[in-house]
């Protein structure tokens, strides 16, 4: 079993920043590969940020491309998610996500809590 904690969620004035961690335990953290995903109201969740188990491999939607940045520390099992240039669009509940291989990265076997992000304009 991994658990994961997702922290750093809140409320942001558009065009700022904030940055989501995400922290993991019940297993060698840097096994999986580790993602974000997020689900605004009324949609379904949808896929952010993705990184192989050493993060030099990344992922990232279309609409987070150059304002998003996942990276990861394997010594401390946590992952990140910076997040800048916000927009009221990306308001959503942000969960971060685990798997054991690159490949499934858009499907995981793991799944945080979630934490809200709200981004007023």
């Known amino acids: 079993q991994v658990q994961l904690v997702e922290s750093g969620g809140g409320l942001v004035q558009a065009g700022g920043s904030l940055r989501l961690s995400c922290a993991a335990s019940?297993?060698?953290?840097?096994?999986?590969?580790m993602g974000w995903f997020r689900q605004a109201p009324g949609k379904e969740r949808e896929f952010v940020a993705a990184?192989?188990?050493?993060?030099?491999?990344?992922d990232y939607a279309d609409s987070v491309k150059g304002r998003f940045s996942i990276s990861r520390d394997n010594a401390k099992n946590t992952v990140y998610l910076q997040m800048n240039s916000l927009k009221p669009e990306d308001t959503a509940v942000y969960y971060c996500?685990?798997?054991?291989?690159?490949?499934?990265?858009?499907?995981?076997?793991?799944w945080g809590q979630g934490t809200q992000v709200t981004v007023s304009s």
């Open positions: 019940g297993r060698t953290f840097s096994n999986y590969c």
């Open positions: 990184s192989s188990r050493s993060g030099i491999t990344t």
């Open positions: 996500a685990g798997s054991t291989t690159y490949s499934g990265r858009y499907t995981p076997d793991y």
